[in-house]
């Protein structure tokens, strides 16, 4: 009797551990289709730990103003004002955003490597000591481990969503004024040309689309309502144009950047053509994203004017 309570108890313990692990990892696949794609350079950097090639990285002279986040999971990081000109090629910050970094033993048994405390990437190095400035502080950081935006932050995830509905400042000036967005920069993707400008992309030869990149604060708004919203301020039947705009550079198109927002476009895209709209918008995954020239960013906010090709139209 006695070895048959055993037994059972083991057995009971054994299928408690499958349900447990077995729970972890539905969780754990659901966090991670948040994740962004990684193109092969950034896995090599971020989840392999990497290094970027000195004086390479695209804000390693960067002076702005903003906050830099995580390139695969949205958390900030570092504020422009805590970064500084350390002369050594890469980014250097002499402080973070409290509670955004961890610090781990580096691989070689004598450096300190940082990590995001959120999903674990790669970020780089951190080096004390070195009397840069005040703070005697280095965060030494791999531009590829990070994105910018042109925002003061708080502490806290971000997310990014690149959506393409024709002339690109029209879609930005609707999407700005969403609860929740943070920032909203015009630019170009899903072309072969290396940092188009616009006279280029009009020609309609880079097989770029004009498009905005939105960030946002998902405890405040959601992915799916920013999608809902960008397909009601165009119109996603129209085949490479957007009113009297014409070329497919004005095409309609969603660029997800993981899995959990392919799903989301899909689900919405096919809400609407069972509605019956004859849907043109491409779903791509996103790739390289070029900002275009300053004086397109905020254009209608700048101007005083209403967009001409944009407006709400209720959809779902």
Partial sequence: MKSMILMMKTLYSFALIIILVTMGNTMNGQEDKRYNFLNEYEAYVIENKGTE???????????????????QCGQALFRSGDKFDSHCGWPGFDDEITGAIKRVPDADGMRTEIICSNCGGHLGHVFEGEGFTAKNLRHCVNSVSVDFVSEELEKGRYETAI???????????????????????????????????????????????????????????????????????????QVNRQGPDLGEQYRSGIFY?????????E??????????????????????????????QDYYFEKGTMPYCHGYAKRF
């Fill in 53 to 71: 090639t000195v004086w390479t990285g695209r804000y390693t002279n960067l002076k702005e103003d903003g906050t830099y986040i995580c390139k």
């Fill in 163 to 237: 959506l393409a509905g024709g002339c690109f400042r029209g879609v930005e000036y609707y999407l700005q004024k969403m609860e929740g967005v943070r920032s909203v920069v015009s630019g170009y993707t899903g072309g072969h040309v290396k940092n188009p400008s616009r006279r280029e992309v009009c020609t309609g030869r880079t097989g770029h689309a004009e498009a905005v990149k939105v960030v946002y604060d998902p405890g405040k708004v959601s992915y799916e309502d920013v999608v809902r919203t960008f397909l009601e301020i165009h119109d996603p039947t």
């Fill in 257 to 265: 950047m993981n899995e959990y927002q392919r799903e989301t476009a």
């Fill in 267 to 296: 689900k919405l895209l096919n809400i609407l053509r069972e509605k019956g709209y004859d849907i043109a918008t491409e779903l791509t995954r996103a790739g390289d994203f070029y900002e275009t020239e300053n004086y397109h």
